[in-house]
């Protein structure tokens, strides 16, 4: 009878590293999917409603209306052009000097953004700083100014 001497090592326990890291890689999609929307939902805007009296206009005000398809006009007078030159000529002759005169712009719900930008940079260059946007009233419907 032959014996078997032979020292016999313990087997270590042996850890699997692979469904660690394949669930690792799903928590990583989930954080980098939910991370890109994000920024998306931090824009979300609710724009007030004005509800004042409609106030006349004043001599001090220098009314400026932006229809839908980005034409001007100064205190009801139509502006030649729609480079920011000549609305700033514009505005400034129509402040007649006066820069504390105040600047209501008066455009299209469907204007284009960068027609009203215009319409502030150009009051910028001609040293106009009070700006106001004339709004509609939400009962009547009436247009502002």
Same mark, same amino acid.
């Given at each position: 009878?032959?014996?078997?001497?032979?020292?016999?090592?313990?087997?270590?326990?042996?850890?699997?590293? !692979?469904?660690?890291?394949? +669930?690792?890689?799903?928590?990583?999609?989930?954080?980098?999917?939910?991370?890109?929307?994000?920024?998306?939902?931090?824009?979300?805007?609710?724009?007030?409603?004005?509800?004042?009296?409609?106030?006349?206009? /004043?001599?001090?005000?220098? +009314?400026?209306? +932006?229809?839908?398809?980005?034409?001007?006009? !100064?205190?009801?007078?139509?502006?030649?052009?729609?480079? !920011?030159?000549?609305?700033?000529? =514009?505005?400034?002759?129509?402040? /007649?000097?006066?820069?504390?005169?105040?600047?209501?712009?008066?455009?299209? =719900?469907?204007?284009?953004? /960068?027609?009203? !930008?215009?319409?502030?940079?150009?009051?910028?260059?001609?040293?106009?700083?009070?700006?106001?946007?004339?709004?509609?009233?939400?009962?009547?419907?009436?247009?502002?100014?």
């Amino acid at each position: 009878m032959a014996m078997n001497f032979r020292h016999r090592r313990p087997e270590e326990p042996e850890i699997n590293l !692979i469904p660690f890291i394949d +669930v690792l890689l799903v928590v990583l999609i989930f954080l980098m999917l939910t991370t890109t929307y994000a920024k998306y939902t931090q824009l979300k805007i609710t724009l007030p409603v004005a509800e004042s009296n409609r106030i006349e206009s /004043q001599p001090r005000e220098i +009314v400026v209306g +932006v229809s839908s398809d980005g034409v001007y006009t !100064i205190n009801k007078q139509p502006v030649e052009g729609v480079g !920011i030159e000549v609305l700033t000529n =514009a505005l400034s002759a129509a402040a /007649q000097g006066d820069a504390g005169r105040t600047v209501i712009i008066s455009a299209d =719900a469907m204007a284009a953004h /960068q027609s009203v !930008i215009n319409v502030m940079d150009a009051a910028r260059r001609a040293g106009l700083v009070q700006l106001t946007f004339a709004t509609q009233s939400a009962r009547s419907g009436g247009k502002g100014p």
